[in-house]
């Protein structure tokens, strides 16, 4: 990953020392001069030249603007579909309130956000494990909520609980 980085960004400083968390994922990038670095805005792809007029693609979009880049490709869709524009509502219509205790959380993540795994609950989708490893009480906190939710066994539980211990054991071994 950091050479990965360094290739990318050559003059990013990274070392394994200054690494906490690894996201994947692509972000996209623009060359500035001799330097590539990311674009910082979202990237709209309308595949009509490519002989696909039914495919809109967009790539780098960040919570914070995502209801604008909806706005903007809701309206080329209409624009697609020969439809007349309508007011966007977006800007008017709450995002449901995120819930407050970690239990709910974690059988919300469970529940309505396709949550498969204990990982992705505890790093991904709720803060438990933004700070590090959470301890053994937490986890199996967590192991029982998500597991209710998504009907697993006692044995699927611990072994989504050592999944868990195994991915913060990797991230200290390249630290």
Known sequence: FVAAVRQAYPGMTVTRDTIDLVHRGLVPAA?????????????????????????????????????????????????????PAVAC???????????????????????DEMVVTLEDAVVRRTPIGALGRPD????????RIVGDVLGW????????????????DRLAEIR
Do not use: C, W
Request: no cysteine; charged share 25%; proline share 5%.
């Open 31 to 83: 060359v500035h001069g001799q330097a590539v670095a990311p674009d910082g805005r979202e990237q709209l792809h309308d595949h009509t030249a490519a002989g696909h007029p039914e495919l809109i693609s967009v790539a780098g979009t960040k919570y914070t603007t995502a209801r604008a880049v909806a706005e903007k490709i809701t309206d080329r869709v209409l624009a697609h579909l020969g439809r």
């Open 136 to 143: 053994d009480a937490s986890l199996l906190d967590a192991a």
């Open 89 to 111: 509502r977006t800007a008017n219509t709450p995002l449901p309130a995120p819930a407050t205790d970690l239990s709910a959380r974690l059988a919300a993540a469970a529940r």
């Open 153 to 168: 066994t006692e044995a699927q539980r611990r072994d989504e609980m050592a999944a868990v211990v195994q991915f913060y």
